[in-house]
């Protein structure tokens, strides 16, 4: 009887157990686990296997941005000589046995100066006109045709040749000397042959900027120009001036011009060359090179009417010639570096790093002629040149703080 009770027991409690372990399987179906059973043939299920679908974004509306180009830069440092003004004690010291001349060796010791530049201008006052015309110096002046080749050899670009002395041959004298610079290769600019030859603006391209170059004097030494042919020397004539620098605005990035002014042995601008230089700047010239007063004048910034600066140099000196006062030795080699940024499809020109580098125009006696930098003279030549020197460069300096000065 026990027995029986007991095994009723235990079968009622079986039953309780199946129905409460349904009741948790519906209740909970995620947490159903497969029983600890073995299939027919001895061998446990294989795990069934999930799959997932690989599900690709849509591409998006919004584009990739580009990005920005990097700004394009190039440079050219420009430099400028001043006066070669050929006296007969050096065009004598040049002359050779075979009738011929060579002043190459009067430029030797700054010859690397001026060629490591990518541009450089002098200004050639006294007229070329070469032998055949008769060589003359003061106070009309007719120079060996030589002197150009000494010039290109130094590594000089392009010759101005306004001046008070382009007329000294007249017009035969214009018109040999630019036979001979077309016949080496060198541009000139500011005395011309025909109004065509005066029309075309001289332009040189050097890293991707174009420069143009204008030349003018304040006369020709009281000797009157032809009548209708004013081409043959520009004159400082400001509506003349104006329309070629607008026009030479329009053709290059940067303009240079050189006037031919002031007062001879005058260490300062005067009034004048002031007014007009900052006429010259609103124009849109960029850089200014004045020639004429045989002696060195300060460079200055300006600042133009449309927000942008200009350099000028006011004067520049002697670089090669026989006058004979001390001041008039002291020359130089004025330096600037024009910086052209294109980015976007805008050009911007910049001005930077003015520099000068002081020369003297060393004679024994009116022979043996030669320009040397400042580095290059003899103890008791820099002893000389010093006391004429430290005045005119406190004075650059003060015109100009930021100017380097390269003794």
């Known amino acids: 009887m026990q027995t029986r009770r007991l095994v009723g027991i235990v079968v009622s409690q ?28 001895g061998q446990s299920p294989k795990p069934q296997e999930t799959s997932f679908a690989t599900v690709t974004p849509p591409p998006s509306s919004t584009p990739t941005p580009t990005p920005a180009p990097a700004p394009v830069v ?73 002197v150009g080749d000494a010039l290109q050899d130094s590594g000089i670009s392009i010759v101005t040749t306004a001046n008070n002395h382009a007329m000294d041959m007249g017009e035969k004298g214009i018109v040999s000397a630019a036979k001979y610079w077309d016949h080496i290769g060198m541009p000139y600019t500011g005395a011309f042959t025909s109004q065509e030859d005066r029309d075309r603006i001289r332009t040189i391209t050097k890293n991707g900027i174009t420069f143009s170059f204008l030349a003018y004097s304040y006369g ?9 042919k004013s081409f043959l020397v520009n004159l400082l004539d400001e509506d003349l001036m104006k329309r070629d620098i607008e026009k030479a605005k329009g053709i290059s990035d940067v303009v240079v011009v050189s006037p031919h002014w002031g007062i001879e042995n005058q260490t300062t601008p005067t009034d004048t060359q002031k007014a ?8 849109g010239a960029d850089i200014i090179i004045g020639t004429h007063p045989h002696v060195l004048q300060p460079m200055s910034w300006l600042l133009r009417a449309d927000g942008k600066r200009s350099l000028v140099m006011y004067s520049l000196g002697n670089f090669l010639s026989a006058q004979d006062q001390l001041i008039e030795l002291i020359g130089g080699i004025g330096q600037i570096t024009v910086v052209k940024t294109l980015y976007l499809n805008q050009t911007s020109i910049e001005l930077v790093e003015p520099a000068f580098i002081p020369t003297y125009n060393k004679n024994e006696n009116y022979s043996h002629f030669e320009v040397l930098p400042f580095h290059a003279l003899a103890d008791i030549d820099k002893h000389v ?23």
Not at 110 to 121: C, F, G, K, P, W
Request: charged share 25%.
């Open 14 to 41: 079986l039953v309780i157990g199946f129905v409460l372990m349904g009741c948790d399987v519906a209740a909970k179906p995620d947490e159903v686990k497969p029983p600890n059973v073995t299939e027919i043939g």
């Open 220 to 228: 020709t030494n009281g000797i009157p120009i032809p009548d209708g």
């Open 74 to 146: 190039t440079k050219v440092e420009l430099v400028a000589i001043g006066d070669i003004l050929i006296h007969n004690t050096v065009y004598q010291e040049a002359a050779q046995l075979d009738g011929t001349y060579n002043f190459k060796g009067m430029f030797k010791d700054v010859r690397e100066l001026i060629r490591s530049a990518d541009l450089a201008v002098a200004n050639q006052e006294s007229i070329i006109g070469g032998k055949e015309l008769g060589l003359s110096s003061y106070p009309m002046f007719n120079s060996p045709h030589e």
């Open 385 to 407: 040149v010093q006391a004429e020197w430290d005045p005119i460069k406190r004075r650059m300096k003060k015109d100009m703080p930021e100017l380097i000065i390269k003794e």
């Open 276 to 283: 007009l230089s900052q006429k010259m700047a609103d124009w």
